[in-house]
């Protein structure tokens, strides 16, 4: 007798493997989503980190002051597709990185970071929309103040609130940090 050997898969195997797999999707894609926005967030902190040390940088390569500048409207030729930014989103546009203080993006450029998703916001707690570094490597125009603090939320909550001290160092801190003053106001 021969025995009839089959290597196929019945219609009931093939929708249960499927069933199994539908579940499978359904309990990780909310989790993908999560770990896409906490990416989302640490590029953006990454990426604010980078533009304040390249301003502490370049002020202590030229030994000049070095600004860390929101742009503004006016610094784009097309203004038809710019999001709208409201005053606690002072840096929504994007900033960048400019010799002396011009108070915009209009003088020599060092380096521009392009505008923010528009589910992010970046609030500058004291409300100013430029941060000078002078050639020493620390913050000017500072008013009795110690510090600058930066507030990048996304629109889930979540967030960093960067620090950068009177000597121009910076670090971030997220929401669960100890010190409820270091927490992100999102």
């Known amino acids: 007798m021969h025995k009839k050997m089959n290597f196929g898969m019945t219609l ?40 304040i040390n390249t301003t502490r940088s370049e002020a202590l390569k030229v030994g000049a002051t070095v600004s860390l500048q929101a ?18 989103n002072e840096f929504c546009l994007g900033w960048c990185v400019v010799e002396g203080n011009p108070g915009d993006c209009s003088g020599t450029i060092i380096k521009r970071f392009a505008a923010l998703p528009t589910s992010m916001t970046l609030n500058s707690v004291e409300n100013v929309t430029s941060i ?37 160092r910076s670090k971030s801190h997220k929401p669960d940090d100890l010190n409820a003053a270091k927490r992100p106001a999102c």
């Open 12 to 51: 009931i195997e093939l929708l249960v493997t499927l069933a199994v797999v539908g579940i499978a999707l359904g309990s990780a894609i909310p989790s993908f989503n999560a770990m896409l926005a906490r990416n989302r967030l640490a590029t953006q902190t990454n990426d604010l980190l980078l533009a």
């Open 71 to 88: 742009i503004q409207s006016a610094d784009f030729d097309d203004d038809n597709d710019l999001p709208a930014c409201t005053a606690s």
């Open 132 to 168: 000078q570094i002078n050639g020493l490597g620390g913050l000017t125009n500072m008013a009795g103040s110690t510090q600058r603090q930066l507030d990048l939320c996304d629109s889930n909550g979540n967030g960093r609130r960067v620090f950068i001290s009177l000597i121009g």
